[in-house]
């Protein structure tokens, strides 16, 4: 990153804030085994379909995902297998920072229990 500019880092922000909405990824993960309809997102994420298209054409717009018209459905995809492994990257280290968080919480409790004893 230290060799971006403020054009490519305000893309770099987008394609993140992107990724920052629980819906948009729940849609994501539904296209992790191929692509799918709008009505097929829709059931899979228990979204209602105007919720779900806002999403994909954000998603769309972003680059995160293809569009392909086939007949009256347009179907919907990945654009790039890396986002997956992104994401994968990203829920290993979340993990981590809460499983540090719930230990530093568990040894502050250890010790405030200790103290009220005293």
Avoid: W
């Avoid at 995809?77 to 499983?99: K, P, S």
């Amino acid at each position: 990153m230290q060799a971006l500019d403020d054009s490519a880092l305000t893309h770099l922000a987008a394609y993140f804030r992107a990724l920052s909405e629980p819906t948009r990824l729940r849609i994501l993960n539904t296209l992790r085994d191929g692509e799918k309809n709008v009505g097929q997102i829709t059931e899979l994420t228990g979204c209602g379909q105007a919720n779900v298209s806002k999403h994909l054409a954000l998603l769309f717009e972003a680059g995160l995902v293809t569009r392909s018209a086939q007949g009256t459905s347009v179907f919907y995809a990945i654009a790039d297998e890396a986002t997956f492994e992104l994401c994968d990257i990203v829920c290993g280290n979340v993990a981590r920072i809460v499983e540090r968080q719930f230990a530093s919480a568990t040894a502050l409790k250890r010790q405030l229990g200790t103290i009220g004893r005293s």
